[in-house]
């Protein structure tokens, strides 16, 4: 299948429910375009000097998340049009962003990220600071960003019980703080657990290398 019959595909999945984050980090512009060809305007980076590269050179009614681990210093690169910041871990970073986004006249919105996996490589807060976070002095304060969800990364492992317990933990928390909170976007779920993600309330998918496919440009 190619790019835009796999948009096609997945869209078609997971629509309504669910939110189609394309994941187009190290992908030339041409893939992004034929996947916007497709109708998708979504598309998630994990780098941000790559996003800006792409921001500026591609279509400005496509929609950029930065979906991975961001850097305080870099901030300051994606404030002028990045939609969606999905891996805010921790209090100094969401201050940045307020800082950049008020410098640029924007509202940001952000998703906190919690650590629901049990590998250590992958980021996250855990749900007691999500908490403190969403109820502090400082955010209430902020007047550029807005929490808007969590997000999470499930385990990498094919033990789909293990993942399961993973998404459980994370809506339930979605839940919890969503009684007292703006939120909109439970980002969970990727190519490999997706579905899953999907059958325990997820409304937002991040799919890359099944629709880029694998393939050297």
Not at 111 to 127: F, N, P, T, V
Not at 146 to 164: N, P, R, S, W, Y
Request: glycine share 6%; net charge neutral; charged share 30%.
């Amino acid at each position: 299948m190619n790019i835009a019959e796999n948009i096609k595909k997945y869209t078609e999945e997971i629509s309504p429910q669910a939110i189609l984050v394309a994941v187009s980090k190290t992908k030339p512009n041409q893939a992004i375009l034929e996947a916007y060809e497709a109708g998708q305007r979504v598309f998630g980076e994990n780098k941000i000097q790559e996003m800006t590269d792409k921001y500026e050179a591609l279509p400005k009614d496509i929609e950029w998340h930065m979906i991975g681990h961001v850097q305080t210093n870099k901030v300051k690169y994606m404030a002028p049009y990045v939609s969606l910041v999905h891996a805010v871990h921790k209090l100094k970073l969401l201050k940045e962003i307020n800082k950049r986004a008020k410098q640029e006249n924007r509202i940001i919105e952000c998703l906190l990220q919690l650590k629901i996996a049990e590998e250590d490589s992958k980021y996250g807060m855990e749900a007691s600071d999500a908490e403190k976070i969403l109820t502090s002095e400082a955010y209430a304060v902020m007047e550029n960003v807005k929490i808007v969800g969590l997000m999470g990364m499930a385990t990498f492992t094919d033990d789909e019980k293990q993942v399961e317990k993973e998404f459980e933990f994370l809506k339930k928390q979605y839940d919890k703080l969503a009684e007292k909170s703006q939120f909109k976007y439970l980002s969970m779920g990727m190519s490999g657990d997706y579905k899953i993600a999907l059958k325990h309330g997820s409304n937002m998918i991040r799919i890359g290398s099944s629709i880029f496919g694998e393939r050297n440009y």
